[in-house]
């Protein structure tokens, strides 16, 4: 009688990158002041940020399982002529590298101000820290090792699970105001740039290459496909409950107190009354495992997206995605070695993303409707409704944000 072969358990992969990619300290920032300034109100939109996040990402991820392409080699092969190449190729370096680039100021720093609490040491500049958290990802991305980026990603995102889950559990909010805010559109005043903030930091439009390249290190034919979209659905939302537990906490803690906040660090300081002289070590530990982590996926994601719209070779271990990575970690780290401050900038990069993100997602939708590229794997009607509501939705947030900044409403 044959052997029953065992079916493996479940384990989380590529879907992880996603979530440690989007869980940075941009996101604790925007989470925190969405909770502190606006309660409950805004969850909805995290709610539709997995949703849409969900949806791309199972897109890109069956992009990469079937074609063995990049999101950036397909749209070189969907947009052939010499004008739409040089086009799509400009508008993919300029957001994902350049804006990579000043993401990875934030995701040091955010790293480098846990760790320096965490071990709580006024002898050691935040410089030191600096050059720590640098040093530890330049060393795994320079291994070229995919696997082992993946296990320590994996291990970063339960660490931030328990971390902010607990947290949020911990203070006993109020459960029906937070169905009401998760599943009510409310828009207060003032609220628009922050909504967006809080759709920028989830549904990262760079995601969206780091993902159709990652998936094809762990599956390599169509049987995956089922697998890795479980994968995905279940990262991305451990990582909008993430999102939604730093909300929850912040609201809480600060929303119709008279307390303010200006960034995830001062976070522990009014989380005392409610977890005791083990806040600062709670938040420490997350702020770390957010800002290490995006610290390896954002320069990652930079050089898949750059090497493949420009055709060069994708390859972890070649010199050109190594140089592209390595731009991106040594810009942020200069500018956290200056002092730069990156509330601001992280704030309006991650509105920026909300406003990019209709653009890129309107390329991976041409390019997943391709049966040039796609064959029969081309989108079904319900994936085009889907991704078009997505787009939509996103579309019609970017235009009031930029309406909102002009000063038309």
């Not at 991305?236 to 939604?244: D, E, K, N, P, Q």
């Not at 997943?368 to 996103?394: F, Q």
Request: aromatic content about 8%; some cysteine; proline content about 4%.
């Amino acid at each position: 009688m044959p052997k029953l072969r065992k079916r493996p358990f479940f384990r989380l992969g590529p879907g992880a990158l996603v979530t440690a990619a989007f869980i940075g300290p941009g996101t604790v920032t925007t989470c925190s002041l969405a909770g502190a300034q606006f309660g409950f109100a805004l969850l909805w939109g995290l709610t539709f940020s997995v949703a849409a996040t969900i949806i791309l990402q199972e897109m890109s991820a069956r992009l990469g399982i079937i074609t063995r392409y990049g999101l950036g080699e397909a749209l070189r092969k969907q947009f052939s002529t010499p004008v739409s190449r040089i086009i799509t190729a400009t508008l993919v370096v300029s957001a994902i590298t350049i804006g990579n680039a000043a993401f990875q100021t934030g995701n040091i720093l955010g790293a480098s101000i846990g760790l320096n609490s965490l071990i709580a040491t006024d002898t050691l500049p935040l410089r030191f820290w600096v050059a720590i958290t640098a040093a530890a990802a330049f060393l795994l991305l320079l291994a070229g090792n995919y696997r082992l980026i993946e296990r320590v990603l994996v291990s970063l995102v339960i660490l931030m699970s328990i971390t902010f889950l607990t947290t949020a559990i911990i203070i006993s909010p109020h459960l029906p105001d937070i169905m009401r805010g998760l599943f009510v559109p409310d828009v207060p005043s003032g609220s628009i740039l922050t909504l967006i903030g809080l759709i920028g930091t989830t549904v990262v439009p760079y995601n969206l290459f780091l993902h159709a390249s990652a998936v094809q290190e762990r599956w390599k034919d169509a049987s995956g496909l089922g697998e890795a979209r479980t994968d995905i659905s279940v990262s991305v939302i451990l990582g909008g409950l993430i999102s939604m537990a730093i909300v929850v906490t912040s609201a809480v803690a600060f929303f119709g107190t008279g307390n303010t906040i200006t960034d995830a660090s001062g976070f522990a300081v009014q989380l005392e009354p409610l977890l005791g002289r083990w806040a600062r070590h709670v938040i420490s530990i997350g702020l770390f495992a957010a800002g290490i982590s995006s610290a390896i996926t954002a320069p990652l994601a930079a050089a898949y997206a750059t090497t493949g719209v420009l055709g060069w070779k994708r390859d972890l271990t070649s010199w050109r995605f190594r140089m592209v990575w390595m731009f991106i970690l040594l810009a942020g780290t200069l500018f956290s070695m200056l002092g730069f401050r990156p509330l601001e900038a992280i704030l309006f990069a991650q509105a920026a993303n909300g406003i990019l993100l209709p653009v890129i997602a309107i390329y991976l939708l041409t390019v997943m409707n391709s049966r040039n590229i796609m064959g029969k794997n081309v989108n079904s009607p319900l994936s085009n409704t889907a991704g078009i509501i997505v787009v939509l939705v996103a579309l019609i947030l970017g235009i009031r944000s930029i309406l909102h900044v002009i000063g038309i409403i």
